[in-house]
């Protein structure tokens, strides 16, 4: 196995088991977000925050190696190279790897959507609480020049703690 191809074989061996260490991770944040775990939640974001400097170091990595053999970097460019080569054992393995990678990534995506999703519908239902607590109705939003929903500069409190 060439020097490119051993290299880039390790590449995807990190690739797949950063990535699964995500998916592991944001799975956990969704049920830190279903139980409303916060020290849960700031361990997750941690956790992500690491992997994904980790993830975003391979991928570097993987720019720098094509670019050293004149190759198109990023997602597609591996997917061209992939297109470009003729099958075998070695790259049938690639490709079945980098098949992997990218299902990984996928799904990486769509719980981080869904997270992401939660993370917003929890701060409309907290905001609404804030906003009953300062006796501000929904009526007292203006929309601005923007088109965004803002609330008017003079508000009065119902209570204070």
Known sequence: MSDFYQTLDQLFDHYQQLIGEMRGVLEQE???LRVRDVPGLEQTTKAKESLADRI????TDQQDLFKRHNLPT???GIDRLFAALPSSPQVDAFRNKWSTIKELAEQCNEINLHNGAYIALLS???QRSLDVLHGRSQSEFVYGRDGARHRPAASRKLLSV
């Open 124 to 126: 409309q239902h907290t």
């Open 56 to 59: 975003n170091g391979l991928t």
């Open 74 to 76: 990023g997602r597609g």
């Open 30 to 32: 969704k049920e830190s």
